[in-house]
């Protein structure tokens, strides 16, 4: 459905992965990790130096070009929800990863799911999100309307999770089912809302990183950044070629 995780061989010639961070939203925090770890992504991804056998013998490697989003992303309601379709519509985005910073957490990791509603804390813009009031008073044109109260990525998290994992022995690195339903959360399913309702592949994950925004620990976060391209890439490269190998049968029979 207009994504190379769906697979056409004219789109084979570069995978496009969509990155975005965000800016401050505390006082105590004015650097924002998501953002300086966003923002030092190479535009290509590096070669892989010990390649997957299951990856290198049947699928061709590929470009993978990182398109980061030029600025880091308001920590504001408003202002996620009206650039949340610009960063989607009109152009090839194969897959798109969304990062932010937990405060509460020393560890890495990968969200499944993004959340409708429980947005109960203010934005940098001392703002509600007020979408109780909004879709009683907007009914079938509320932007949600439709929308379960929960959305799952269409990226195989676990599969990702275990070429991930693999990929930065030593370093701890986890799938996690609570996106905090505050920013982090709101991104995240308003990306896969918005390819839910176009009836797209919903190619989008959230990364958590830690809080610390040192030089040591934004070095490492791109570099755990980098080895979670490659496994979502890795991952649905051979989710393709496994869907074709299973049409060819099926067409043979």
Same mark, same amino acid.
């Given at each position: 459905m207009g994504s190379l995780a769906e697979g056409s061989a004219s789109q084979e010639?570069?995978?496009?992965? =969509?990155?975005?961070?965000?800016?401050?939203?505390?006082?105590?925090?004015?650097?924002? *990790? @998501?953002? !300086?770890? /966003?923002?030092? #992504? *190479?535009?290509? =991804? *590096?070669?892989? $130096?010990? *390649?997957? =056998? $299951?990856? @290198?013998?049947?699928?061709?490697?590929?470009?993978?070009?990182i398109l980061v989003h030029p600025a880091p992303v308001k920590v504001a309601y408003k202002s996620v929800r009206e650039l949340v379709p610009a960063l989607w519509d009109g152009r090839k985005i194969d897959y798109a990863i969304h990062i932010g910073m937990a405060s509460g957490r020393k560890f890495y990791s990968v969200e499944r799911r993004g959340h409708r509603d429980g947005y109960t804390i203010k934005d940098v813009d001392h703002e509600l999100l007020g979408d109780e009031e909004r879709r009683k008073r907007e009914g079938d044109g509320w932007v949600w309307n439709g929308m379960p109260e929960e959305l799952l990525s269409s990226i195989d998290v676990d599969d990702v999770w275990k070429r991930w994992r693999a990929a930065l022995p030593g370093t701890d690195v986890r799938v996690s089912e609570d996106a905090g339903r505050y920013l982090c959360d709101f991104i995240y399913f308003s990306s896969l809302a918005h390819l839910a309702r176009k009836g797209e592949d919903r190619r989008v994950v959230f990364l958590?990183?830690? %809080?610390?925004?040192?030089?040591?620990?934004? $070095?490492?976060?791109?570099?755990?950044?980098?080895?979670?391209?490659? /496994?979502?890439?890795?991952?649905?490269?051979?989710?393709? %070629?496994? /869907?074709?190998?299973? @049409? @060819? #049968? !099926?067409d043979g029979e």
């Open positions: 010639e570069e995978i496009t992965v =969509l990155v975005t961070g965000f800016g401050p939203f505390r006082a105590q925090n004015p650097i924002n *990790p @998501s953002w !300086e770890i /966003a923002k030092g #992504l *190479p535009p290509f =991804l *590096p070669p892989s $130096e010990f *390649p997957p =056998l $299951e990856v @290198s013998a049947i699928a061709k490697a590929v470009p993978v070009r958590h990183v830690p %809080v610390a925004a040192d030089e040591l620990a934004i $070095e490492n976060g791109i570099e755990i950044t980098l080895e979670l391209i490659r /496994a979502i890439v890795q991952s649905g490269r051979m989710k393709q %070629v496994l /869907a074709r190998r299973r @049409s @060819s #049968l !099926e």
